[in-house]
């Protein structure tokens, strides 16, 4: 049995960091007697003069319900750099990280964060560190489990702006297009979509041409709604063209939604705006679904360390959480299916993805 483990958050911040947190100190000092240190800032905080902090019952008392992460969060810095735009990991500072770790008396870590720091994660692993990653993003993209804590509200509050959107779009006949995040996938749009009342879903995997956009614009007028909803995916792209960056170095996406309102204004006439949610889809406290699934992720990850398991993340598999390999859950991105369905729903009941042949699908 471990003496002391250490406890780090990665990349973006996600809303249930806490909840894992609290989980974990309370599991491994609870159940199994270990002693638990914080490690500031990501892997950051393992380097040169540690940044680290003891954790305790006492200290992960009453942050359950608290947005962002105690440990403080990195998704720059000297182990994840960025070359001509793209996120590579450099020589890794391992060595200098494996020795403070030695001194500061940490035998295993759990290592909270998404692709990129999984990555990292999966490194320490290789070079026999015994370690365990639990799955963070709003994104809701991690190939190897059902469900990433954070993503489900993200969804809340997608929704919520829809709803709200959806009485201002109808009393004044607008289009309303409402940019929300996801990176490369279209999870956050597709779900809150079909959760918000969305006219129109725009998400990378299906392209879209503006001339289907403006048909259903159209289709809504004859049948009396004077008024659509469009909620697009950061990453979506219109046919033939590539996603838009607002930092391409920094690989920062956004803009679309503005590009969209432009156009659709352009070819309808109609007035339309653009709101884009960003980070208030990060910010602020879980809701109870990402509570109970951080809180059930964090103790599975002790469990796992104690029983001896390493180079592992906890996953959702079929309403149960499971370990799996950590060089699995960074091998692909988990994209929405084309022909899934949750898409064959929301054609059903008669949103459009403004696919260039849609009204044939
Ligand atoms: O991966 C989570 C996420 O919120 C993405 O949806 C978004 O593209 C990105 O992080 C934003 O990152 P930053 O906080 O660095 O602007």
């Given at each position: 049995?471990?003496?002391?483990?250490?406890?780090?958050?990665?990349?973006?911040?996600?809303?249930?960091?806490?909840?894992?947190?609290?989980?974990?100190?309370?599991?491994?000092?609870?159940?199994?007697?270990?002693?638990?240190?914080?490690?500031?800032?990501?892997?950051?905080?393992?380097?040169?003069?540690?940044?680290?902090?003891?954790?305790?019952?006492?200290?992960?008392?009453?942050?359950?319900?608290?947005?962002?992460?105690?440990?403080?969060?990195?998704?720059?810095?000297?182990?994840?750099?960025?070359?001509?735009?793209?996120?590579?990991?450099?020589?890794?500072?391992?060595?200098?990280?494996?020795?403070?770790?030695?001194?500061?008396?940490?035998?295993?870590?759990?290592?909270?964060?998404?692709?990129?720091?999984?990555?990292?994660?999966?490194?320490?692993?290789?070079?026999?560190?015994?370690?365990?990653?639990?799955?963070?993003?709003?994104?809701?993209?991690?190939?190897?489990?059902?469900?990433?804590?954070?993503?489900?509200?993200?969804?809340?509050?997608?929704?919520?702006?829809?709803?709200?959107?959806?009485?201002?779009?109808?009393?004044?006949?607008?289009?309303?297009?409402?940019?929300?995040?996801?990176?490369?996938?279209?999870?956050?749009?597709?779900?809150?979509?079909?959760?918000?009342?969305?006219?129109?879903?725009?998400?990378?995997?299906?392209?879209?041409?503006?001339?289907?956009?403006?048909?259903?614009v159209r289709e809504r007028e004859k049948s009396g709604s004077r008024f659509t909803n469009i909620v697009v995916a950061e990453g979506a792209k219109e046919v033939g063209k590539s996603e838009f960056y607002k930092d391409p170095?920094?690989?920062?996406?956004?803009?679309?939604?503005?590009?969209?309102?432009?156009?659709?204004?352009?070819?309808?006439?109609?007035?339309?705006?653009?709101?884009?949610?960003?980070?208030?889809?990060?910010?602020?406290?879980?809701?109870?679904?990402?509570?109970?699934?951080?809180?059930?992720f964090g103790a599975c990850a002790v469990r796992a360390l104690a029983n001896g398991q390493t180079g592992k993340m906890v996953a959702l598999k079929a309403a149960e959480v499971v370990t799996v390999p950590l060089a699995d859950?960074?091998?692909?991105?988990?994209?929405?299916?084309?022909?899934?369905?949750?898409?064959?729903?929301?054609?059903?009941?008669?949103?459009?993805?403004?696919?260039?042949?849609?009204?044939?699908?």
């Amino acid at each position: 049995m471990y003496k002391q483990i250490g406890i780090l958050t990665g990349g973006g911040d996600a809303p249930g960091l806490n909840a894992v947190i609290r989980a974990v100190v309370r599991t491994a000092i609870g159940e199994f007697g270990m002693k638990c240190v914080g490690i500031e800032d990501s892997f950051e905080g393992i380097l040169g003069e540690p940044q680290v902090t003891k954790l305790t019952m006492k200290s992960v008392s009453g942050i359950l319900p608290r947005g962002g992460t105690i440990l403080g969060t990195r998704n720059r810095g000297n182990f994840v750099k960025l070359i001509d735009g793209k996120p590579f990991i450099p020589d890794l500072p391992i060595d200098e990280a494996l020795e403070n770790l030695a001194k500061l008396e940490i035998e295993a870590l759990i290592v909270l964060g998404g692709e990129g720091t999984l990555a990292i994660a999966e490194q320490f692993h290789r070079r026999g560190f015994p370690i365990i990653g639990v799955p963070k993003t709003i994104d809701n993209d991690l190939a190897a489990t059902e469900l990433t804590f954070g993503f489900m509200t993200a969804i809340d509050i997608a929704t919520e702006a829809l709803d709200r959107l959806h009485t201002t779009a109808a009393s004044h006949d607008r289009v309303m297009i409402l940019e929300v995040m996801g990176r490369h996938t279209g999870w956050i749009a597709l779900h809150a979509g079909l959760a918000g009342s969305a006219d129109i879903i725009l998400i990378p995997e299906i392209p879209f041409s503006f001339d289907s956009v403006v048909r259903k614009v159209r289709e809504r007028e004859k049948s009396g709604s004077r008024f659509t909803n469009i909620v697009v995916a950061e990453g979506a792209k219109e046919v033939g063209k590539s996603e838009f960056y607002k930092d391409p170095n920094a690989m920062r996406l956004g803009g679309v939604g503005s590009y969209i309102r432009e156009k659709v204004e352009e070819m309808t006439g109609k007035e339309s705006r653009c709101v884009v949610l960003g980070h208030l889809q990060r910010g602020g406290s879980p809701n109870a679904f990402d509570r109970m699934l951080g809180t059930n992720f964090g103790a599975c990850a002790v469990r796992a360390l104690a029983n001896g398991q390493t180079g592992k993340m906890v996953a959702l598999k079929a309403a149960e959480v499971v370990t799996v390999p950590l060089a699995d859950a960074v091998l692909n991105l988990k994209t929405v299916m084309v022909d899934g369905q949750l898409v064959r729903t929301a054609r059903d009941i008669g949103i459009s993805f403004a696919a260039p042949n849609e009204s044939k699908l």
